[in-house]
């Protein structure tokens, strides 16, 4: 018992503070079988929720046998006509009177019938499977049963793990839990109140508000009406204005135009004078530009002169110094050439003098060997 409960704590730890009988309740993964006879009834009710589902199939597959045959097979296929010529004659005699001993035996090989139908189900789990996912059932009471059923199964499985110790614990748990409810409740309660408080707060509030509201838009519509009131008002004003502003304007165009009519042969005059005055001024200004003109012709003949005098003398400059900028690079190379013969000169004559001090030094020595021997 100790190992399943460490092997249980090491696949899914356990939350602080929550007893082991508690957490098997909240995660049913941690209900394992136990025990050879726990294994026994768990199989006896998973098997039982297996027929429970193929029995809700049956109807719907034997009204679609033709569809379901091939994969049903011979053996099952006949089977299930047996079976829905067993139901057509339930049917039958419920619906006349007939023998209670015949009403018996029909239905006791109906449900021999039924059991063998189960059995080459059960027998054949992959049929199961594929048929499941394959017909398509409406909901029904028997969907409810089996859910039931298989509550009743998760019930019974947890009933058969939990020890006298963790059902201590789970009552015990709950207990806690109990005592944590009644004072959320309180907190929830006093909190409710709070809340009331602040809505009725928010709803006066709001109440004021509201009234400030109506209080504005009659304003509004006062001050609506008055300024509909005021713009008529200022309308005519301003008609009337208008009106005035339109015969006086009417009232000066007429004395425009008198005065134009009476201001005409005076324009024309001055207008004459003018133009004898601007000839005049235009002869004397001619006369002055032309001048200055004439003048400033004769000093750009001479600049343009003095230009190209000087330009011969720059690119006459520009020649010699070119020249000599030759001569001095010319020189250059020759002194170069001269440095580099002096220097291989030297270089000769340094070998020269080694080759000849170094051969008398040879000379010197063999004759004293000649002298030893």
Known sequence: MKKRILAKGMATPRKAGIPLGVMKVLDPRQLKPDSAETERILTVLDETVVKLEITRLIPRITGSLDRYARMLGPEITSSLLELQKLSMEIQHLLTSPGDAKSMRAVKQRLKCSLRNILRLFLANPLLYHGLKYEVRVRESP???FIKA???F????LERLLTTPDEEKEMIQFMKDISLQVEKNTEIISALQGELAGVIQTRDEEVSRKDKTIENLKTSMEDLAK???ADIQLI????ERQQKEDKEASQDRCARLKQDIQRLGPQFSALVLEHRASELVLRKTTYDEVQAAYNEEKVQLSLLMEKHAMLLQEYTQIEEERRMLKEKEEEAAREEARRNNAATCIQAFWK???????YKSVLKK?????KGKK
């Open 226 to 228: 008055n300024c509909k």
């Open 235 to 238: 309308m005519k004003e301003g």
């Open 365 to 369: 020595g063999k004759g004293k060997g």
């Open 351 to 357: 070998g020269y003098l080694v080759r000849s001090i």
């Open 149 to 151: 059923f298989m509550e």
């Open 142 to 144: 028997a969907d409810v």
């Open 153 to 156: 199964r998760d019930f019974m």
